[in-house]
């Protein structure tokens, strides 16, 4: 069964970067189907979709976020990370990473269970 | 970009109830819409993808139905599992989700 697991801090101040990572078990990155996304949840925006990278390195962001946003992978860990700088609280959020696959129409169908980042100084 | 407009935005069922929720999309993305519930402290679970088809696992009590703009999830006879918050997303152009509706214990 695929597991995703976010990590990284619980507190950045403002106008710092925030770094995620996620760590996948159960599946494949060099699988030519399966994408993998950040999503974030917050009570004011709901769900926020951050940005996704493939196997392959390619990038996809949010375009509202695109200017702050960076997600790279480590493939040799079945990692992969999100950077998002200059954060205001406006950041503050449950930050989750997610599968997506070309098997199911590109829809997120395996989540980490969240990490809750606040921004605070 | 493509917004997502949910109704209602809460309701309030018994065991046993039929449950309808709609979700509306801005501009046409043909069945380009899954459906996912989400209880407190979890992570959103994927029910439906491609408008009706049911994700492997999910009791088929839960369904879905639409294309174009306007889309349906329907719980034929809640359980008491099912209370929760349910969301749409869309994939037909970037991924946008609803502002979820809750099911609530009437």
């Known amino acids: 069964q695929m597991q995703l697991q976010e990590s990284g801090p619980g507190l950045v101040k403002p106008s710092e970067t925030l770094s995620l990572t996620c760590t996948v078990s159960g599946d494949s990155f060099n699988s030519r189907s399966s994408y993998w996304g950040w999503i974030r949840q917050s009570p004011g925006k709901g769900l926020e979709w951050i940005g996704t990278i493939y196997y392959s390195g390619n990038t996809y962001y949010n375009p509202s976020l695109k200017s702050r946003v960076s997600i790279s992978m480590d493939r040799s860990k079945n990692k992969f990370s999100l950077n998002l700088n200059s954060v205001t609280a406006a950041d503050t959020a449950m930050y989750h990473c997610a599968r997506h696959t070309v098997n199911t129409g590109m829809v997120f169908d395996f989540w980490g269970q969240g990490t809750l980042v606040t921004v605070s100084s | 970009a493509i917004q997502l407009t949910q109704s209602p935005s809460s309701l309030s069922a018994s065991v046993g109830d039929r449950v309808t929720i709609a979700c509306r999309a801005s501009r046409a993305i043909r069945s380009d819409l899954a459906w996912y519930q989400q209880s407190p402290g979890k992570a959103p679970k994927l029910l439906i993808y491609?408008?009706?088809t049911l994700q492997a696992g999910v009791p088929s009590r839960f369904s879905g139905s639409g294309s174009g703009t306007d889309f349906t999830l329907t719980i034929s006879s809640l359980q008491p599992e099912d209370f929760a918050t349910y969301y749409c997303l869309q994939v037909f152009n970037s991924w946008t989700f609803g502002q979820g509706t809750k099911v609530e214990v009437k």
């Open positions: 491609a408008a009706s």
